[in-house]
């Protein structure tokens, strides 16, 4: 059992940063992977971000390349997104999650654990 703490949520302006952490706890040699998705009200969950805890691999959905940088902190079992630029479509509900296995980064339903979720704002 892996379970995942998110933080760094808040209200920031157009144009500015925020970084996102999840610190992972429990059995996180199980997971291979982890990831970042988001929940804007009345939208689906989508795929943010993700990346692999040994290689360092990564992978970005469209919307976030370029502009989101996702890192991990192996000592501390962390995972961080550091998010600039940001525009009031990036408000929703942030969730850290973790899976087993490679691949199919992208798809929600392959992961197994999740956090609470941490709310991110952004004013026009």
């Known amino acids: 059992q892996v379970q995942l703490e998110e933080s760094g949520g808040g209200l920031v302006q157009t144009g500015g940063s925020l970084r996102l952490s999840c610190a992972a706890f429990?059995?996180?040699?199980?997971?291979?992977?982890v990831g970042w998705f988001r929940q804007a009200p009345g939208k689906e969950r989508e795929f943010v971000a993700a990346i692999y805890w040994s290689t360092g691999g990564t992978r970005y959905a469209d919307s976030a390349e370029g502009r989101f940088t996702i890192s991990r902190d192996n000592a501390e079992n962390t995972m961080y997104l550091q998010m600039n630029s940001l525009k009031p479509e990036d408000t929703a509900v942030y969730y850290c999650?973790?899976?087993?296995?490679?691949?199919?980064?992208?798809?929600?339903?392959?992961?197994?654990?999740w956090g609470q979720g941490t709310q991110v704002t952004v004013s026009s």
């Open positions: 999650a973790a899976k087993r296995g490679v691949g199919l980064l992208t798809t929600q339903g392959t992961y197994e654990y």
């Open positions: 429990g059995r996180t040699a199980s997971s291979d992977a």
